[in-house]
């Protein structure tokens, strides 16, 4: 066992002078986290409504406050002056305060998003600028955190399921399935992207490497499985025995899974570089913990684990990227560079309808569609090909006066409308259905106001 | 002038043929014979006296003609005496002579070559050949017609001259007279010789008598002018060429500069120089050396400069006065004719205006301009927007045979009917002015929205429902937002009431239907949540569960057991959720057998059972949770013990079956069996505080966990081994969305069956070859798709109509295959890629320009076509701009290709 650097704090390191170290908080556990990009602030959300943003520099708790409400989920919004919280209220079954909020750093409601329904996981797509739910319904939606606008609504159909992560590569969302399927989504598409048949069991957890070309998924099998998202196949890559409720890739590309009974931690190091993960350190909590959530800081060698008692950070080293780029995300930043990134973050959003699987397709040659509707050209060479199918016949020299030449003309031109006739009654069907679909619209509008008050009033019930 | 000369050339001529008449002989006779017959007869007296009148006219006119008619004439008058015959129609001929003889001449002039060779000289001279026998004022005739007929020449011998005149070549030689020595082109032309035009003529003459093939007839004027334009194009095709390395340099030279040849000093103030003569009248006034001075100096000296003198100023006042008294006439002027009440004054004023106008439009080119601008404008504008819709029968004919064939007539007509339907068109389009329509994109949204459905009835019964109250709300909002009109009958107060009253009444029916929809749709919601995660086998937790007794009967579970079985495994995986899903998800579960089997349990009444129930359980969780743990043991045990149960009561209630009284009190066994747990949760809060911070300090966890045995966790592992099956079900129901498979040829029932044969024989072989036809392109394509060998992945292969403009449409020009060009777009342009000496090369503009300067068209200079451009650019530049030429050069090359169509046709 190489459980080498346990520096664990369990709770808030500062309690002290903090003064939440009050024995009822201690069970508002189990405790959720995420970090701003920068790894400066971190957000903590317990289970039973305890939620609190800690500067990590100084370890300084910034704000805390209870919702008295079940919190399932926190993340930050794209700096640390916004974060989002899934609620879902106790009091009553029937009460339905169930919807994710936003709150200021201050702990100030500034939104509920009734739209998201009773959120089990949040996500947000940083350079997009979307937060990303799924319900307990199954149900994804996709909503723009600067105009508010709802960019995507889809009925994912694959029930309730708490693993949901974004892949930080492209965008897409992976969710895990109970059938043991991981699919992935995009705002713009009601269709997932790709479904991957991973696991046995339930998918429990998804994590993401970095670079995005990594997936590691955990099943309720207990097996904890890496994927190759460049090239997909039946098999995986590897496949470890773990049965992981949260799993995390830090920034260099370690992974933390939770171990055995939820109360001890694996981190797993490809040594090689060769996709193989190998263990690499271990670290047990005190036993009766129960792990909820792996989270490596970015920037630094820390995961924090977010346990039913609090949350502790332990030190691994080699987790974190070193260098940072302070165009990127800093984690010295001054509220005034703060500012300034939030604009040019602002300015560099990405529309929603750049997330899809592969973004280094972007800009290529579109790619072919399968049923294009045919161009007006082709029509009417499909209808001259059919007329000069028709003009070719000869006609049967018939006799008594049957072959006059008026006649002869007459037959022709049956013949060539015949041979147009469905040409143009197909023309005429599509013709119609785009009337018809305007006339949808523009029936409301359409009445001048002139004539309004010829306008029969719309029955009442 | 010319037609008197001629009349009284014509009056000579004929009288010089009177005396040729009695020879015989060939063009005098002819001439002559034209006289018997037309020609006046006059007696003898008068003729003389005419021909003594003539010859001075022509005197008058030219003499040398005079003269040489005159000595003519004399020869001529001695053959009199055969003119008797032909004095009684004396005035004829002349008549005659004037309008048949061009007809006769062209005649002539077909037959001989003579005329087409001189096409410099006028009718004049064709008028003479007529009737003169002395054709010497044109050498060539004389010499064509002189040896054909001998007869002359024998004439002639007895010829007397006097040698009056001088020798010349409208007074032939004796010697030619007689018809010796025959008279050639050399010897008229000699004397001609050392005149101006002498070579030129004799060229011609050499050129006729190289070659005396008639000349072709002209061709027709369109080929003509078709020659004209290919030798035009030729000509104008030479003259672009050249520019032709000049354009190429500037086209591939990545960037085009036009700053280097700047010059500003033009524009600048101070070189101004006055061009115009007000201009000058300006400046001198402005650079007066005085008022300069004045300027520099101080201002009382332009004070004085000011000074206008009293001759000035009378003037001036003088010519106000008289513009003032004139204006003034003018006005009375224009007032008193105002007062006329004539119509046709006016009328006729108004005509005279428009005339005036019309003149004035013609006499000044600048209005005239401007008025046919216009006209050209407007009639370009029409052109455009023309469009024939000529649907009747004449028209439809008239397109089928042709515009170009019909008469003048018709061809209006049918522009008539064009410039009527421009009208109407330009008409609508006034009429409605952008009219919205996004049709398109709501279509595609609610596709969106509908498009992934389970397909289960529960979803279509979910959609529907919310359909309906998707209506409903509409309703009531409708209701809220329906305004009482401000006027008309509806205004009254009592109808405002009864509006009121009604809509009242239809909100509070709309609340009504969206209650009972929510109602409806809440254990819809729950069941086909709970449907969707059936559709799988139970998998973990839920098999551990239930392992025993339902795993021989896994498959014909009822629905609520499965149901409750599916809410249990996830009430377990969120274990440490809260407290209340686990009731909830129960009540929701009975709720929906409820509506299963029709038997409605209020919710209320549950409610109170598990309140009864409460208090008796919770004594008995006690019994269940024995030790003190921590809180993480504790809810092990106790869902481990609660499922079980859990399963029990199910089976119970499947057992129950339709017995609604029974499976009431099973429902209610059930919700006391669930009770537990939201008990011990609660508890936990409350008991274990103490016991958390012991577990913290000693945990002993070892006698507490208690591990699921090994059997168990490989069941847990292995349940759920059909995943696989469904997830190729999944695949399936995916490939036939977006490859549907062919729909099975079918007849109608009945149709071509009249006998059993007609029914042995089935389909029509060309239907199931179409069917078969349809399933192989549908394997096909199956076989191409990305996830064609890969069982358990499922690779979408819609495409993103929303992020279809983010690709590019077409191949751009310089590549020819999509790799390369996809290979070529993946270098970044940015400055973190590229060194800072190559970021600006990348990313400059293809035209630099500064503000201020003028661009000037390009000027012709010598460029060596094989020079290289200099200052190459990368490539993803290049290419670039290249793109860009490209287009340019397309258009022009558009351009050339249909000026030369033009040409050939």
Known sequence: ??????????????????????????????????????????????????????????????????????????????????????????????????????????????????????????????????????????????????????????????????????????????????????????????????????????????????????????????????????????????????????????????????????????????????????????????????????????YEDVLGIGHSMGWSSILIPGAGEPNFDTLVANPFETSKQRRESEVHSLLDKLPAETIMLDPAKIGTLKPERKKEKPTKQEKVAGIEAAVEVVKAIKLKKKTKGRSKPSKRTIKKKELIAKAKSPFLAQEMKEEEQVARKKQKTIEYVETPTSLLRFVRKKATA | MAQTKRKSRDGGGGDKAKGKRGKPGGKKQKGADARERKGPRLPNVLRKEVERLNPIEDEEIDSDEAEVYGRDFYEYEEELPEEEKRKNRRFDPVENLEYQLPEEFEDENVSSDDDDNDMGDAGEDEDEDEDDDDDDDDGRQGIARIPAFEGKKKRNTNVVVSEAYPESEYNPTRDTLDGEGPVNIEDLLNPLHGKSGYSKLRKRIHHLEKKSVPTPAPLPKADQEKLERMAAHEKSKEELQKWEPIIKRNREAPTIYFDDDMDLRSSRASDFKPRTEFEKKIASLV????????????????????????????????????????????????????????????????????????????????????????????????????????????????????????????????????????????????????????????????????????????????????????????????????????????????????????????????????????????????SSGADNLNVGPPSGRMVFNGSKKNAPESSNKTKTGNKMRTDNYYANSDSEDDLEPEENVDVENDRSSDFHKDVNISTALLHEDSQNHKDSLFKNFGDIVQDPGPKTTHEVSIFASGSWKKIKSSNSADANGKKSTCRLESVERNQNLQEPVEDLDEDSDADSEGQMVDGILSSNPKDEYRLPSQAELIRQAFAADDVEDEFEKEKQEVLNEENPEPEKPTLLPGWGQWTHVQKKKGLPSWMQKEHEDAKKKREETLKKRKDAHLKRVIISEKLDKKAEKLFTKTLPYPFTSKEVFEQSIRMPLGPEFNPASAVGALNRPEVMKRPGVIIRPVEFEEVNPQGKVEDHKQIGKKQKKRNQSNKSRSSSDKIVTKVKTKLKS
């Open chain 2, 287 to 526: 650079y007066d050396d005085q008022v300069k001075d004045a300027h520099l100096k101080d201002g009382s000296r332009l004070l004085e400069l000011n000074k206008v003198s009293a001759e000035d100023e009378r003037d001036r006042h003088n010519r106000m006065a008289k513009m003032r008294s004139l204006l003034f006439r003018h006005e009375m002027k224009s007032k008193h004719i105002k007062k006329i009440k004539s119509k046709t004054y006016h009328r006729l004023l108004k005509k005279d205006r428009v005339k005036a106008t019309s003149v004035q439009s013609q006499m000044d080119p600048d209005t005239a301009k401007e008025l046919a601008m216009k006209q050209e404008y407007e009639r370009a504008k029409e052109r455009m927007t023309l469009r024939h819709k000529g649907t009747s029968k004449w028209t439809k004919r008239i397109k089928e045979r042709g515009i170009d064939v019909q008469d003048e007539g018709t061809r209006a007509a049918i522009a008539e009917q064009q410039h009527l339907h421009a009208q109407l068109t330009r008409k609508m389009n006034s009429m409605k002015d952008g009219s919205s329509s996004s049709s398109s994109d709501d279509s595609s949204d609610e596709d969106d929205i509908d498009v992934y459905s389970p397909g289960s009835d529960h979803a279509r019964a979910v959609k529907l429902l919310e359909k309906a109250k998707e209506k409903t709300r509409n309703v009531l909002k409708d209701d809220d937002e329906n305004e009482v009109p401000n006027s008309g009958v509806l205004s009254l107060p009592f109808m405002v009431r009864g509006l009121k009253k009604r809509n009242e009444a239809a909100a509070e029916e709309a609340k009504l239907a969206l209650q009972e929809y929510e109602s409806w749709s809440n254990p819809l919601e729950d």
């Open chain 1, 1 to 298: 066992m190489l459980s080498t650097f346990s520096v664990s704090r369990i709770l808030f390191p500062n309690i002290q002078s903090l003064g939440i170290l009050t024995p009822k908080l201690l069970n508002l556990g189990p405790y959720t986290l995420d970090f701003t990009s920068s790894g400066r602030h971190m957000a903590v959300g317990g289970r039973k409504g305890h939620l609190a943003i800690v500067d990590m520099k100084t370890m300084g708790l910034i704000k805390e406050f209870q919702v008295r409400e079940t919190v399932r989920d926190v993340v930050f919004l794209h700096n640390d002056l916004f974060f989002a919280a899934a609620q879902k209220s106790m009091a009553n079954i029937l009460m339905t305060g169930r919807y994710p909020y936003i709150y200021n750093r201050d702990g100030t409601e500034l939104h509920c998003l009734k739209e998201h329904g009773a959120v089990l996981r949040l996500q947000f797509l940083k350079n997009h600028f979307l937060l990303a739910s799924i319900n307990n319904f199954g149900q994804l939606h996709y909503q723009d955190v600067t105009m508010g606008e709802m960019v995507g609504s889809y009925r994912t159909g694959i029930g309730r399921t708490d693993a949901m992560q974004v892949n930080p590569y492209n965008g897409v969302v992976a969710l895990g399935q109970s059938l043991g399927t991981v699919s992935m989504w995009k705002p713009t598409s009601s269709a997932p992207l790709l479904r991957l048949l991973c696991h046995k069991g339930p998918v429990s957890a998804i994590a993401f490497h970095p670079n995005g070309h990594l997936m590691a998924t955990a099943g309720k099998e207990r097996k904890i499985k890496l994927w190759d998202l460049r090239k997909l196949g039946d098999e995986p890559l590897q496949t470890l025995p773990g049965n992981a409720k949260t799993l995390d890739f830090s920034q260099k590309g370690l992974l933390a899974c939770q171990l055995g009974n939820g109360s001890s931690v694996q981190i797993l190091r490809d040594l090689d570089g060769n996709q193989t993960y190998k263990t690499y350190m271990n670290h047990g909590m005190v036993k009766g913990f129960q792990i909820e959530k792996l989270l490596f800081r970015p």
